[in-house]
């Protein structure tokens, strides 16, 4: 079945370092890619997302590229700031229908200290 | 503005009881869907309704309930069959086409004690 790997966190960084967090995925078909971040006690709000090999989906400073060949989509930050402090989630979605059905990454949190 | 609204932000309940989780968009969307989030796990998908009056289970259906009885609505149904209740529960909308975007509401925090 379709499934999602993320990098185990928490991940902690100083203010005005670079991120990376890493995402590889399995899935059947040709799946669009997400990234959502979820702050403490809230919802999840998407972050960026793409839709076929090689697109790069960007937002607020974070960019990741859907790479077919690795099937990987990482996320990437050149300068955190504290308030990039939350849990970030990979997701995948795969075509089924009329609806569409994501699968979710365990989620990596991220810690950003002055 | 548009958005997801769930209610209430915090809710706990005795075991044994049933309770209603609620959720409302005003975005239009046809598509709505409930997760549960487990601390230190992502989100796993329990019932998804593509339209007025359908519903189809998800991943981890046993235990819940839902109904779609308006577009804009889509109440779960924590029975007292749900061994695990506890948890946090996540309402999210999305546009009728596959591998659209979800938007997700702000969550309740259900405490069975």
């Known amino acids: 079945g379709d499934s999602v790997t993320q990098m185990e966190g928490p991940v902690t960084l100083s203010e005005e370092a670079f991120l990376t967090i890493n995402c590889t995925y399995t899935a059947t078909g040709y799946p669009s890619l997400f990234w959502y971040v979820q702050y403490p006690g809230e919802g999840l709000q998407l972050l960026l997302k793409a839709t076929k090999a090689d697109d790069k989906g960007s937002n607020k400073g974070f960019e990741a590229t859907y790479r077919k060949e690795t099937t990987s989509f990482h996320l990437e930050k050149g300068s955190v700031q504290v308030s990039d402090s939350a849990v970030y989630f990979c997701a995948l979605s795969v075509p089924t229908g009329t609806a569409s059905k994501l699968t979710f990454g365990t989620g990596t949190r991220l810690q950003v200290t002055l | 503005d548009g958005g997801i609204t769930q209610s209430p932000k915090y809710l706990f309940r005795k075991e044994g009881q049933n309770v209603t989780l609620s959720c409302e968009q005003n975005?239009?969307?046809?598509?709505m869907y409930w997760y549960r989030q487990d601390p230190g796990q992502g989100l796993r998908l329990i019932y998804y309704?593509?339209?007025?009056?359908?519903?189809q289970k998800g991943d981890i259906a046993e235990g819940y309930s839902v109904s779609r009885e308006k577009k804009e609505s889509f109440p779960l149904t924590v029975t007292s069959a749900q061994k695990n209740p506890t948890a946090f529960y996540l309402c999210?909308?999305?546009?009728?086409?596959?591998?659209?975007?979800?938007?997700f509401g702000p969550g309740t925090r259900l405490t069975v004690l």
């Open positions: 975005l239009n969307h046809d598509a």
């Open positions: 309704s593509q339209i007025v009056n359908d519903f």
């Open positions: 999210a909308s999305s546009v009728r086409q596959s591998t659209d975007t979800q938007y």
